[in-house]
């Protein structure tokens, strides 16, 4: 088992910045790939960035691309996404997860950002 708890959500202004936080424990998070994810209110769930257990190639959604950036750090158990230039369709439920198999297996409880215009 793996327990994720995400922070660092909040209100911020449009084209302002939030670094987001996933702090793992349980079952060592370091040799799993992990990935940030969104839902936006009536909207489904989409995927926003992932990164492998060695933390090379992350990987992003267009809609983010040059804009946010993930990274772990394996001492802390945790891993991150920075995101900077929001825009208020960046509005969601953030949520953090972690790949044990093909799929997503563990999922954090979430963390509100909303981006005002």
């Known amino acids: 088992q793996v327990q994720l708890v995400e922070s660092g959500g909040g209100l911020v202004q449009a084209g302002g910045s939030l670094r987001l936080s996933c702090a793992a424990s349980?079952?060592?998070?370091?040799?799993?790939?992990m990935g940030w994810f969104r839902q936006a209110p009536g909207k489904e769930r989409e995927f926003v960035a992932e990164i492998s257990w060695s933390g090379a190639s992350p990987y992003y959604a267009d809609s983010v691309k040059g804009r946010f950036t993930i990274s772990r750090d394996d001492a802390k158990n945790t891993m991150y996404l920075q995101m900077n230039s929001l825009k208020p369709e960046d509005t969601a439920v953030y949520y953090c997860?972690?790949?044990?198999?093909?799929?997503?297996?563990?999922w954090g409880q979430g963390t509100q950002v909303t981006v005002s215009s």
């Open positions: 349980g079952r060592s998070s370091s040799r799993y790939g």
């Open positions: 997860a972690v790949r044990v198999t093909v799929t997503y297996d563990y």
